[in-house]
């Protein structure tokens, strides 16, 4: 599922970017390294990257068995 329409990516993207070790998890590093280092341009996606953050912060286990 696309997550962000403006720098097109996916939950998949995301969930790989959680699993990277080298980026910090906030929503602004997740979205840069998803976005090819892009800003967010309407910013209608971040509450949605906030949240697998949150999650991912939450139950890291989870995604790294997905
Ligand atoms: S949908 Fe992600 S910045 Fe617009």
Redesign the pocket.
Known sequence: MYV????PFTDKDVANVLRDASVRKTTAHVYKACAGGQK??????LCVIKDMVAHHQNQPDMLAAE
Not at 40 to 45: A, F, K
């Open positions: 962000c329409l403006c720098n967010p341009c309407c910013g209608s996606c």
